[in-house]
């Protein structure tokens, strides 16, 4: 007899142990009342989201029932528990306990060019309790690109173009990207260019070459893939008011002693990219009102001859993910010879005490370099290749006082240095700045590719 109540003894207390042990009917609260999934595309899962389930009460709850309200039709999956299901029965959640919900979603092409709302939820049952999470995402029909182009090709605005792979424009042929052509690349994706690339985006409607992750959260994120590359062979490209980001390299231009790629740029911003926002080697380009900034080694990087000139430019970088010790702006010979390079009316500025680098003498410089009008990040003293003879008209070391550079936002605030300075010839030809806002409306046209307007904030401030 003492035996069993002994048993019973420790069975009771066991049972008192157990925090799952005698469940009742109660109410649960969630961490989140809607989970909601940036643009996914058709056809592409998306990634996984989560949210908890919670029981704040004194006794563990049993959850009657935990169902999808679209069952199997719905285009979203659960994964409870480490199964996945569309629903589950019986569980029972500790008090002071949660329950993570994995969700995910993969919509079905709908034939829309605008990205079509899907809507459901993930209901439970207690008892008399009853509540819902909701469910909603975006889904955005795509053209895949599966095959490299061999004949002259136009794209455009409506279903962006989604490359998974290496994408190649073969010789004697272009592709033209309209007003508004989105282009979105997958995790270690490029573009190899060997004819021609034209980019003509607008003002109002710019051309957007970038990752595949359309997460708020991937938008400054450098490294997704891989970049554009323009071989030796490639020629007559431009790119006209159109993003490029998030590569490694954003645009690169490969050129040889006898065969020199070119490319013009135009109102483009070349931004969050691992390692550089512009690299060429023997190429010529053009740029005007364009913007390079956020890369971990040299934002623009110039070697093995070639003629390069920037008017009205922007070029900055800060590094947040270690330590950047390469400057903004390199020029240097390479495996050849110092490149030409003409800076008009431009900006570089950065975190390091000096953002321009000419690797050469001060006379090799001065043979092949000069700046005009501009706003230079230069330690004057300690560079040896600097002489006086390189700046006309240019402001060393002061801040360009932008309206907040941590945000990527480069227009000049109102105690800018960079107001009314720029060189007046240049803006006769370029009378409109990165978003065609007019030059010459006030005292002079301003350094870089901004031109303050009357009553410009910080977004925070509007």
């Given at each position: 007899?003492?035996h069993?109540?002994?048993?019973?003894?420790?069975?009771?207390?066991?049972?008192?142990?157990?925090?799952?042990?005698?469940?009742?009917?109660?109410?649960?609260?969630f961490?989140?009342?809607?989970?909601?999934?940036?643009?996914?595309?058709?056809?592409?899962?998306?990634?996984?989201?989560?949210?908890?389930?919670?029981n704040a009460?004194r006794?563990?709850?049993?959850?009657?029932?935990?169902?999808?309200g679209?069952?199997?039709?719905?285009?979203?999956?659960?994964?409870?528990?480490?199964?996945?299901?569309?629903?589950?029965e019986?569980?029972v959640?500790?008090?002071?306990?949660?329950?993570?919900?994995?969700v995910?979603?993969?919509?079905?092409p709908?034939?829309?060019?605008?990205p079509?709302?899907?809507?459901?939820?993930?209901?439970?049952?207690?008892g008399?309790?009853?509540?819902?999470?909701?469910l909603?995402?975006?889904?955005?029909?795509?053209?895949?690109?599966?095959d490299?182009i061999?004949?002259?090709?136009?794209?455009?605005?409506?279903?962006?173009?989604?490359?998974?792979?290496t994408?190649?424009?073969?010789?004697?042929?272009?592709?033209?990207?309209?007003?508004g052509?989105?282009?979105y690349?997958?995790?270690?994706?490029?573009?190899?260019?060997?004819?021609?690339?034209?980019?003509?985006?607008?003002?109002d409607?710019r051309?957007?070459?970038?990752?595949d992750?359309?997460?708020?959260?991937y938008?400054?994120?450098?490294?997704?893939?891989?970049?554009?590359?323009?071989?030796?062979?490639s020629?007559?490209?431009?790119l006209?008011?159109?993003?490029v980001?998030?590569?490694?390299?954003?645009?690169?231009?490969a050129?040889?002693?006898?065969?020199v790629?070119?490319?013009?740029?135009?109102?483009?911003?070349?931004?969050?990219?691992t390692?550089?926002?512009?690299?060429?080697r023997?190429?010529?380009?053009?740029?005007?009102?364009s913007?390079?900034?956020?890369?971990?080694?040299?934002?623009?990087?110039?070697?093995?001859?070639?003629s390069?000139?920037?008017?009205?430019?922007?070029?900055?970088?800060?590094?947040?993910?270690?330590?950047?010790?390469?400057?903004?702006?390199?020029?240097?010979?390479?495996?050849?010879?110092?490149?030409?390079?003409?800076?008009l009316?431009?900006?570089i500025?950065?975190t390091?005490?000096?953002?321009?680098?000419?690797?050469?003498?001060?006379s090799?410089?001065?043979?092949?370099?000069?700046?005009?009008s501009?706003?230079?990040?230069?330690?004057?003293?300690r560079?040896?290749?600097?002489?006086g003879?390189?700046?006309?008209?240019?402001i060393?070391?002061?801040?360009?006082?932008?309206?907040?550079?941590?945000?990527?936002?480069?227009?000049?605030?109102?105690?800018?240095p960079?107001?009314?300075?720029?060189?007046?010839?240049?803006?006769v030809?370029w009378?409109?700045?990165i978003?065609?806002?007019?030059?010459?409306?006030?005292?002079?046209?301003?350094?870089g590719?901004f031109?303050?307007?009357?009553?410009?904030?910080?977004?925070?401030?509007?």
């Amino acid at each position: 007899m003492r035996h069993i109540i002994l048993f019973l003894t420790l069975a009771a207390a066991c049972l008192g142990c157990d925090p799952l042990a005698n469940p009742v009917s109660g109410n649960l609260s969630f961490s989140a009342d809607t989970v909601s999934f940036d643009t996914v595309f058709s056809g592409v899962g998306s990634a996984t989201m989560e949210f908890r389930t919670i029981n704040a009460g004194r006794d563990p709850v049993l959850i009657d029932r935990i169902w999808l309200g679209g069952g199997d039709n719905s285009p979203f999956r659960l994964n409870i528990n480490g199964l996945p299901v569309t629903s589950d029965e019986n569980l029972v959640l500790a008090r002071n306990d949660s329950l993570f919900i994995f969700v995910e979603v993969t919509i079905d092409p709908s034939g829309a060019d605008a990205p079509v709302a899907v809507v459901d939820s993930v209901n439970f049952i207690s008892g008399d309790f009853t509540g819902r999470v909701i469910l909603e995402a975006w889904g955005q029909d795509i053209w895949l690109v599966d095959d490299d182009i061999y004949e002259d090709t136009f794209w455009s605005a409506g279903k962006p173009y989604v490359i998974k792979g290496t994408f190649f424009i073969d010789t004697l042929t272009t592709l033209t990207l309209g007003p508004g052509t989105r282009i979105y690349l997958h995790h270690g994706a490029g573009i190899t260019v060997a004819g021609s690339l034209q980019s003509a985006g607008t003002p109002d409607n710019r051309v957007i070459i970038a990752t595949d992750r359309l997460e708020e959260e991937y938008t400054n994120l450098p490294g997704r893939w891989k970049g554009i590359r323009f071989i030796d062979c490639s020629r007559n490209n431009f790119l006209n008011f159109t993003q490029v980001r998030n590569a490694e390299i954003a645009v690169e231009l490969a050129g040889m002693e006898s065969s020199v790629p070119n490319l013009s740029l135009n109102g483009s911003m070349l931004m969050h990219n691992t390692v550089a926002s512009l690299s060429a080697r023997h190429a010529e380009v053009f740029a005007v009102n364009s913007v390079f900034s956020h890369s971990g080694f040299s934002t623009v990087s110039l070697t093995e001859g070639g003629s390069y000139e920037f008017v009205y430019c922007t070029m900055e970088s800060r590094w947040e993910y270690g330590y950047r010790s390469e400057p903004v702006l390199f020029i240097g010979p390479g495996e050849g010879e110092l490149p030409d390079v003409t800076l008009l009316n431009s900006v570089i500025t950065g975190t390091l005490g000096s953002e321009l680098k000419i690797d050469g003498s001060a006379s090799e410089a001065s043979l092949i370099f000069r700046a005009d009008s501009s706003l230079l990040r230069v330690d004057t003293l300690r560079s040896s290749w600097y002489s006086g003879t390189l700046f006309r008209d240019v402001i060393t070391g002061a801040s360009p006082r932008f309206i907040d550079e941590g945000a990527y936002d480069f227009r000049p605030d109102t105690l800018s240095p960079l107001l009314d300075i720029a060189g007046r010839t240049e803006a006769v030809a370029w009378p409109g700045d990165i978003r065609n806002k007019p030059r010459l409306t006030d005292d002079g046209p301003d350094i870089g590719a901004f031109e303050r307007q009357p009553g410009e904030k910080r977004k925070e401030e509007r």
